[in-house]
């Protein structure tokens, strides 16, 4: 949904000073935009940091909890019906944080140190939020917005302000503020919001996702906006370049215009490449699938006209739950997937959960590194009657589909070995109970660690099939968390010595007859992708979104060239080199 590429009539809006100006920021959701600005202010809650009574207070906060408790569930099932479940999910986990008996136990040190509650539950928001931000892992950086956010909840409720107080626009315009919590972006009307700019810059916390999830374009990090911005001025916003401007001339107005004339033609030729393959100018075949998250999302992969699914992440399916769904919940989750493909291949992995991913409703061991952690295949080797449970599922519902099974992050010939001698106990038993299992159940493994990468000879003489994780095996390879500012500089799936796995791994799965496949951001990319055709590689799986530019792009270029360029690439000393090398090429070869 791209409401930006709309042309707008926005002539008799002028900026408070006449000028225009251009703030700089990070792109949070791809797209343009252009409307008047409506400046949207969370209400001030007005707490008084005075003492209070603990057992009053005490009382007080488990009447605001049940009240926090019936609003967050208003706005779950509100969620539900705008994104898909995977995304609502953020609202079913902060119910869980209400409860949460670390937070409880914050606030409760702090209402018996003498703080009003309201007061506690601030106190302790900001800094169990701070904690996470401060944490290595991604994954609970990712939360401490939510922490903040029911934090919020709580002392509106404490303090008798409600959430939704800020007012709406009355039409479509470009919502300006400090900051939006998921909260925030649950309760806006789509249809009325062309585009949005936040003074924080939080493009990697949920709230971003679900304004990604809703099409908006985006710009976060812009400092100084609310206070530069005039309600009703006009506004354009490159979600892409993470540019704002204020009361855009014509000049920039018309630059505007040909980008969205630009983008809808390009919609259109997109559209016209749903039932192509994706072909070389020189007959080379390259799959292109779809990752998918949630049941919600298989209706995408039939709009884009994918070739089949690359990767289905079934730990998702738990995440509206107190635990993993049991094993008819996922044996209909299952048939539902392969059924609604028809025919298509289907690589369904098996939870990729851990310490790095903890499953709703399982306790798990804190871990010091958990990307280094219990996580991935080594989780469901030790979580073996889970496993045993999913397996069964999908072997059950196997009959109904294309299926392969993928298990994730495969470190050692062990690890797979061992995964598919369960996966063979399994279908025994199914057998043996007189219950129809498919004879043509791909099994197969991510290559996401190192170590995989070069043992792919042995694995691929034992699996049908390979998929390259990119966005781990970079990590992993240049021991780079992309999302740790001081290192991610050092984060490239362009440097030489990822390239130079990725043509072992492809290599290794050539000679032995093994389909390799690649579902990392590498095979979405407009660079990395050229490397991908020239290594080898059989398919390329991207989000929905990303499936028709790539296929559009895999018909514009030769396989030859390509196999020239990674050769070229593989041999470079530096990711630098090798961005200049595809940079030149594509400019000299006019390649999309």
Partial sequence: MERAEETVNISDQTSHDGGMKVFRGNGISAGLALGPAFIMEKPALPIEHVPGDPAAETERLKEAVRMAEDQLQAVLRQARERFARRDAAVFEAQLLMLHDQLFAEEIAARIADGMNAAAAVQQAGYDLADRFFAMDNAYFREWAEDVLDVAYRLCCCLTGTEMTESEQP?????????????????????????????EADNHAGHSAVLIRALGIPAVGGVKGIVKAAVNGEAVLVDGDAGTVILNPDGQARSRWQAAAEDRRRIREELAGLKHLPAVTLDGKRVDTAVNLSSLQELAGAAECGADGIGLFRTEFLGLDSRGFPDEEEQFEAYCRILKAMNGRRTVIRTMDAGADKPLPGMASAAEANPALGLRGLRFSLQEERLFRTQLKALLRASVYGKLAIMFPMVTTVGEFRRAKQILLEEKEKLQKAGIPVSDSVETGLMIEVPAAAVMADVLAAEADFFSIGTNDLVQYTLASDRLNTRVAGLYGALEPAVLRLIRITVDAARAKGCRCAVCGEMAADAEGMMLLIGLGADELSVSPHDLLRIRRQVRSVSAADMRKLAEQACSADSGEEVHELLSGYRNNSCII
Avoid: E, M
């Fill in 170 to 198: 009355a039409g479509a315009a470009v919502i300006i503020a400090r900051h939006l919590a998921p909260s925030d972006i649950a309760v806006l009307d789509p249809a009325g919001i062309k585009g949005i700019i936040t």
